[in-house]
């Protein structure tokens, strides 16, 4: 289980909004929260992304009203050497050599780039796709749910998690206790971590080097957070699909942290993370 593989962290733009939403007791002022993505380079089964950051497409997609309210609240920017395909490019790789997206939840922030890889396979949840669809215009955009970023074919061409293979996680990453095989050799683990929204998901794998990475997407906003046991703010928790999941699985993260601090928990829009990958110091 969790085969070693080469793994890249990437920052896919940022968006700023006031750190004492975030986080309890946080400063008033707006910080940077940059959208980070994975990129997994299976030996076999081919280049995975795990989510996408932003992406010109949310520009589009927010240019209108009543949409444009989305990029009022949280302003985005996204330089364009921070575009993930021109990242990619960097590193040799064409739209088409992306085989799969993993999505931990459908908000824009996560799903912005989807339709920049037309060959990828996309790896979801079903029941959250299905509870998302059923929204209003409105109600999609309260859910930061923007459904022109989804490709025309998702509906009948995503693959849905809930049939996989459960696996038991190893003692090490408890209190978490089972993962789907995602690509059905144990390499990638999709594990639940509920609340943000309903169905959202985190990622295990373990790097070349023999570290283990959990990617838990927006289960937290930081690893400050979660070391100094501040969660979001009320107004924050609002907006959540499921509050009380929500503090529960914040919690799980937080005695895994303590319990086994060789776990590299990567939230997908911390500032102290970001810094760390980049210098290379995590
Ligand atoms: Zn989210």
């Not at 992306?98 to 949840?125: N, Q, T, V, W």
């Not at 003692?171 to 959202?200: C, I, K, N």
């Not at 500032?271 to 290379?280: D, G, I, K």
Request: charged residues 15%; contains cysteine.
């Amino acid at each position: 289980m969790l085969a070693p593989l080469p793994f890249r962290l990437l920052q896919v733009g940022a968006c700023r909004h006031p750190e004492c939403v975030a986080m309890r007791g946080g400063q008033w002022g707006a910080v940077t929260f940059p959208a980070l993505c994975g990129l997994i380079q299976h030996p076999t089964l081919g280049n995975w992304l795990f989510d996408t950051g932003y992406s010109d497409h949310f520009q589009a997609a927010t240019q209108p009203f009543p949409e444009r309210l989305y990029r009022w609240v949280t302003p985005v920017s996204l330089p364009s050497e921070q575009q993930l395909t021109a990242q990619l490019a960097q590193l040799g790789l064409r739209p088409g050599d992306i085989d799969g997206i993993i999505l931990s939840h459908f908000h824009a922030d996560h799903i912005a780039g989807l339709r920049d890889y037309p060959k990828a396979e996309i790896i979801a949840m079903q029941a959250e796709y299905a509870q998302l669809s059923q929204l209003s215009r409105i109600q999609g955009l309260f859910h930061a749910y923007l459904p022109q970023l989804l490709p025309a074919s998702f509906s009948t061409h995503a693959r849905f998690i809930e049939g996989m293979r459960l696996l038991t996680l190893p003692p090490e990453l408890q209190p978490f206790r089972y993962g789907f095989d995602l690509l059905g050799d144990g390499s990638l683990l999709a594990v639940p971590l509920p609340g943000h929204t309903h169905h959202h998901l985190g990622l295990l794998l373990r790097r070349q080097d023999g570290q283990i990475v959990f990617l838990v997407a927006d289960a937290c906003w930081s690893i400050k957070a979660l070391q100094q046991h501040r969660p979001p703010s009320w107004l924050a928790q609002r907006l959540f699909d499921d509050k009380r999941a929500y503090l529960a699985t914040f919690g799980q993260l937080q005695q895994l942290a303590e319990q086994n601090p060789a776990v590299l928990v990567v939230p997908s829009h911390c500032e102290v993370t970001a810094r760390a990958w980049l210098n290379e110091s995590i």
